[in-house]
């Protein structure tokens, strides 16, 4: 049987090829795979779902990510999708993988995290699940949206003419990581060494504690606004 690396394919490529033979049965699956989240009508009233999984030594480095960041961030970039589509987050399931060198306090920690998420964009925790692992710390998070359906916008929506828009700047997180490794470079080869970020808060928050654009689509609703395509670029601008 031929084989095909997987890194051949893009992460976005993968996703086409698997799901490619998975046809839309139910007549209520309004948009499937392909946007930053999921439609499912429920007569009039739209569910949006999306789901993120971030794995530790892919996603994240606990050398330099606190647990307490990192719960609130696996929740924010999953919320990040739902407004994308112009919608609002209403609940968000939780699944986490670990291994046992994770104490009950560091998990507390995580969850403290998870919980400032759900405290500042007013989402309910309503379920997940917990396995072991065999080795790290693995997080999935899914998030479940709400929107009219004729206020729904899709990444795909865009026609000529249209004027381009990105809500806020590019490259801070980018930037707040290459920080982060630089330190964690330094403080392998000199462990006494403390890091030296001064004056580096703002990139660094941006890695460490990333916000939705909640504002943005309160912001189109006052106004009566509605763009013709949204996307969310947590991913990168090339995504």
């Known amino acids: 049987m031929e ?14 090829h698997l799901t490619r033979d998975f046809p839309l049965r139910q007549p209520s699956t309004i948009k499937g795979v392909g946007d930053d989240a999921a439609v499912i009508d429920n007569g009039g009233l739209c569910t949006v ?7 530790e030594g892919i996603h994240f480095d606990l050398a330099y990510v606190p647990l307490k960041h990192l719960g609130y961030k696996s929740v ?5 999708d739902i407004y994308a589509m112009n919608a609002f987050p209403r609940q968000i399931t ?11 306090e560091a998990l507390d920690e995580l969850y403290a995290g998870i919980r400032a998420a759900c405290d500042t964009y007013g989402v309910d925790l ?3 699940d917990t ?17 009219e359906k004729e206020k729904l916008v899709y990444r795909s929506g865009a026609k000529a003419g249209d004027l381009i828009c990105i809500t806020g700047d590019l490259g801070g997180a980018y930037l707040g990581l290459q920080l982060l490794e630089r330190e964690k470079r330094i403080w392998q080869e000199n462990p006494g060494v403390q890091p030296d970020l001064e004056g ?4 660094i928050g941006r890695q460490l504690k990333p916000e939705a654009r909640k504002d943005m689509i309160e912001t ?8 013709t395509a949204m996307i969310d670029v947590s991913d990168g601008l090339a995504s």
């Open 220 to 227: 189109f609703r006052q106004n009566g606004l509605k763009p």
């Open 131 to 147: 396995s072991s692992s065999p080795k790290g710390l693995t997080i999935s998070v899914t998030a479940i949206g709400q929107c």
């Open 200 to 203: 580096q808060k703002y990139a």
């Open 49 to 55: 779902v999306s789901t993120d999984m971030l794995v």
């Open 76 to 80: 924010v970039v999953n919320l990040s």
């Open 94 to 104: 939780v699944s986490i993988a670990i291994s046992n060198r994770f104490s009950v």
């Open 126 to 128: 309503v379920g997940g």
């Open 3 to 16: 084989r095909t690396d997987v890194n051949t394919l893009g992460e976005f490529g993968l996703i086409e």
